[in-house]
Nanobody, 117 residues
Framework: QVQLVESGGGLVQPGGSLRLSCAAS????????MGWYRQVPGKQRELVAT????????KYADSVKGRFAISRDNAKNTMYLQMNSLKPEDTAVYYC??????????WGQGTQVTVSS
């Protein structure tokens, strides 16, 4: 059974930092591209960042470039999102996604991030 479990969300003040984690089980983690997405009520889920299986290739939404950093530890089957200089507009539910060509994609259940003073 495949499971993606996000953690690390919470309430933080503007300018603060959080580190999200996504722990995967039931998949050959290193063969999957991983990504972070976020969604606010009434809006479509949007891409935040992605990382290739070998971690050589990363991509970021323009809105988070220079503030967020995606990484992964294939030995721990875990992906991370370091979020710095957080803004109120970063408030959302953050989801992790595992994708592999020709295979079913898998989503986590999400973790809430709230940026507010």
């Amino acid at each position: 059974q495949v499971q993606l479990v996000e953690s690390g969300g919470g309430l933080v003040q503007p300018g603060g930092s959080l580190r999200l984690s996504c722990a995967a089980s039931g998949i050959m983690f290193s063969l999957y591209e991983m990504g972070w997405y976020r969604q606010v009520p009434g809006k479509q889920r949007e891409l935040v960042a992605t990382i290739s299986g070998n971690a050589y290739i990363t991509k970021y939404a323009d809105s988070v470039k220079g503030r967020f950093a995606i990484s992964r530890d294939n030995a721990k089957n875990t992906m991370y999102l370091q979020m710095n200089s957080l803004k109120p507009e970063d408030t959302a539910v953050y989801y992790c996604l595992a994708t592999r060509s020709g295979r079913t994609p898998y989503w986590g259940q999400g973790t809430q991030v709230t940026v507010s003073s």
